[in-house]
């Protein structure tokens, strides 16, 4: 299961890496208060998020592992976003 601070982790990490990148727009256009909140979350910037702020994040990563044609329990703990990129782009070669 991935923990709540991992999952803000790999999502603040994909905005502030992506959020120009065309390939996650459309993503990242629909996601515009998950990904930030996840960033926010994820740097320290704020110490405590709403139940709705919280709702935001995990519909986020929700969406973010479904796009990337995954399960979340093949998201193991310690990954960050460029370890689970290579994940999925080494599972697609293997197709």
């Not at 601070?5 to 390939?23: H, P, R, S, T, V």
């Amino acid at each position: 299961m991935v923990e709540f601070a991992n999952k803000c982790g790999i999502l603040g990490e994909l905005w502030i890496n992506y959020k120009d990148d065309k390939q996650f727009g459309d993503f990242i256009e629909y996601n515009d208060l998950g990904l930030p909140l996840a960033y926010m979350m994820a740097e320290g910037l704020v110490k405590e998020i709403t139940p709705l702020g919280e709702q935001y994040i995990e519909e986020t990563f929700t969406l973010f592992i479904a796009g990337l044609e995954i399960n979340v329990n093949e998201v193991d703990e310690d990954m960050n976003l460029a370890d689970l990129l290579d994940y999925v782009e080494s599972k697609k070669k293997k197709k």
